[in-house]
């Protein structure tokens, strides 16, 4: 990649939006193969269960979430970190004021929409 590809996205900057009560999501810098996004969940948030083909890698800023893939549930914490596989169906919840951080896999063309 050559420096005339770099972009950068500077926080103040980034569009902050509301897609769900008790959820903010700002799309922070992206390419055609990966994307970053912040996630901020208000305490008792608790997100639709869902999927997706992107692979999802997680990264817990501050706060406590609570994730749900199949049988499988775990609480992760300030500093903890996971990856769900593409189409793996899954949910999250917030039991205190989390900031996750969010890498995607291909691209997530419908957050790219709302940037």
């Not at 810098?29 to 608790?46: N, Q």
């Not at 999927?51 to 999802?56: G, K, V």
């Amino acid at each position: 990649m050559s420096a005339g590809n770099i972009e950068l996205v500077e926080i103040k900057g980034a569009k902050l939006f509301t897609p769900e009560t008790g959820l903010s999501r700002q799309v922070l810098a992206y390419s055609d193969k990966m994307m970053l996004v912040r996630h901020l969940m208000e305490k008792g948030w608790i997100g639709a269960r869902h999927s997706h083909p992107h692979e999802q890698l997680v990264y817990v800023v501050s706060g406590h979430i609570r994730f749900n893939a199949g049988e499988r549930t775990f609480d992760a914490r300030t500093g903890d970190s996971f990856v769900i596989p593409g189409g793996v169906e899954h949910q999250a919840s917030a039991l205190e004021e989390s900031e996750v951080l969010d890498v995607f896999t291909p691209v997530r063309e419908d957050y790219a929409e709302s940037r």
